[in-house]
């Protein structure tokens, strides 16, 4: 069987890819050296893409990149985090404690908030919304809750957790939208409840109109906590259906800001290039990225873990970093982002591109060619974020056609995508993860295992991958008190889960953002362009 090379398809972009990365380097030592204090600035409309274009404004009721993007400017949370250590800023809370025996978290929170409603803010919203409302959404904030015996509201500035065990992630578990407790009285179904179609937060923007297909408007929260802000008077979401006409509205002034696959990553340097752009790579400490192709374990096939080593060994992951994300993104063999504090790469087992291989593991496996060099047959849903991901699906269709693997790409929107993931309905899916800052959050919920044809939920265990050992371990880490002994345990996961390959890592993403030099404090925490947004100013 012949082989494409792929590595020597690589070799012909690398030295134009260096260039490109050069240049966006030095734009960015530019970009952070070019700090100086200015006052800011009140007023100005801040022009920014959306793409694909959210299901809801509510982060509450999705969390997908588009809707977190848009909604966490009109909701707030009771934290944000700094992008040096990842320490808890107040933003709703203003202080907080923890017992000594780590069971019990007492937040005092800000007086004098106001739901864009004109209702006060108490601390019957923080505990509706981490005890009933969230946990109804998302596998996430149902863990959250299972961790915690009760939350008490002693007064309307005080909300208290206290927990069955301790739980150390919890602190960086808080980057969760607040939702209007008195909008949902009465009601049970909370996922299909009219008040979330309202878009009421706290935030320093409120909800002014969506054009289906053309825009999304928030304006300025004149009753904002943070008094002075926010600066911007309105923020404006463009919803532009491809690559090259989002690259002409950036090019031409219509908008402000492009984050990552807003445009073809061989676009960026480009565009870093003109005059009065800024770049930079910061902004994603919290969220910590990685890249995916899920595998479904429940398939009979892909249960088998030569073909699962097959296929990692099929792809060869450096032409998807350096090629199609243009050299955004690093290498990566398990779960953890390189930034991650308990990231263990000495323990990782590493299954290197080798087409060769792959075809062995697939013959070891039973998986013998047929006739038409078909051993067996996958169904790939790409990720519906536009052409990068296309891109992507269709090298996979290749990379994998060559070791006698036949791809069919079942595109579907992002409401399909999430749906055929949720229930186990697909082969091979595309997806990038937010690993967030602490395994507890990020890891445990993505290969713990779940039961039922429904478990998953987006981003979590969607692979139906199954180990007991596993999922004692990260029980074990995520109660264990002592930072030392939680890597330790973390390390062991990272032994087991690169050694089964569950799924295809197939890159730490790194996202720049470009923006025009006028546009100040976009990025002000570990939060990035998903943070609020209340700092952010526009030169005159």
């Not at 910061?282 to 990685?290: N, S, T």
């Not at 995508?417 to 890891?443: C, E, S």
Request: hydrophobic letters at 40%; glycine letters at 8%; a negative charge.
């Amino acid at each position: 069987m012949d082989f494409i090379n792929w590595s020597a398809i690589v070799l012909k972009f690398l030295s134009r890819i260096r260039a490109l990365r050069i240049v966006i380097g030095a734009l960015l030592g530019l970009a952070m050296a070019s700090g100086a204090a200015v006052a800011a600035e009140k007023g100005g409309v801040l022009n920014l893409i959306v793409q694909p274009e959210p299901i809801s404004l509510n982060p509450g009721i999705n969390r997908l990149g588009p809707a977190t993007f848009v909604g966490y400017k009109i909701y707030d949370t009771l934290v944000a985090y700094d992008q040096k250590d990842l320490s808890p800023q107040p933003r709703l809370a203003t202080s907080w404690n923890v017992s000594s025996d780590g069971l019990t978290y007492t937040f005092k929170l800000r007086e004098g908030v106001t739901w864009h409603d004109g209702q006060p803010f108490t601390s019957k919203d923080v505990a509706f919304s981490f005890g009933e409302y969230l946990p109804a959404q998302h596998a996430r904030s149902r863990d959250l809750r299972a961790e915690i015996d009760r939350i008490e509201t002693p007064d309307d500035l005080t909300v208290v957790f206290v927990f069955k065990s301790p739980y150390p992630a919890f602190i960086r578990s808080l980057n969760v939208p607040i939702e209007p407790a008195h909008k949902y009285v009465g009601v049970t179904d909370f996922r299909n409840a009219p008040a979330n179609a309202e878009f009421i937060g706290t935030g320093p923007f409120k909800f002014a109109e969506w054009k289906k297909g053309s825009l999304i408007r928030l304006v300025r929260n004149e009753s904002y906590w943070d008094k002075g802000k926010p600066y911007l008077d309105e923020i404006v979401f463009q919803v532009i259906p491809d690559a090259n006409s989002r690259a002409i509205a950036f090019e031409t002034g219509n908008v402000d800001v492009l984050r990552a696959g807003d445009v073809e990553s061989f676009d960026v340097a480009r565009l870093a290039a003109l005059d009065g752009v800024k770049i930079r790579e910061d902004g994603w400490e919290y969220l910590q990225p990685v890249g995916y192709i899920h595998l479904n374990n429940r398939n009979p096939v892909l249960s088998n873990i030569k073909v699962r080593q097959a296929i990692t060994q099929a792809i060869d992951r450096d032409f998807i970093i350096n090629t199609i994300f243009a050299g955004f993104g690093k290498p990566i063999n398990g779960p953890f982002s390189s930034q991650s504090i308990f990231k263990d790469t000495a323990v990782e087992t590493v299954y290197p591109y080798d087409p060769q291989r792959a075809a062995q593991l697939l013959d070891e496996a039973g998986f013998k060619p047929d006739t038409n060099g078909i051993r067996f047959e996958v169904r790939l849903v790409p990720l519906p974020y536009g052409e990068l991901w296309s891109r992507q699906a269709e090298y996979l269709r290749e990379a994998l056609g060559a070791v006698g693997i036949k791809v069919d790409i079942v595109s579907t929107d992002v409401a399909g995508w999430a749906k055929r993931l949720t229930t186990f309905d697909y082969d091979l899916a595309q997806n990038f993860v937010y690993t967030t800052a602490d395994p507890a959050i990020g890891i445990s919920y993505g290969y713990k295992t779940v039961t039922g044809d429904n478990a998953g939920t987006t981003g979590g265990n969607v692979n139906g991958y199954s180990n007991r050992e596993v999922d004692a371990l990260l029980d074990q880490a995520a109660h264990e008190p002592d930072q030392d002994k939680r890597k330790q345990l973390y390390s062991k996961v990272q032994q087991i889960i690169s050694r089964e390959v569950p799924l295809v890592w197939t890159h730490d993403i790194v996202f720049p953002t470009l923006h025009r030099a006028k546009v100040h404090d976009l990025i002000v925490s570990a939060l990035g362009t998903d943070d609020n947004f209340a700092s952010a100013w526009i030169e005159k």
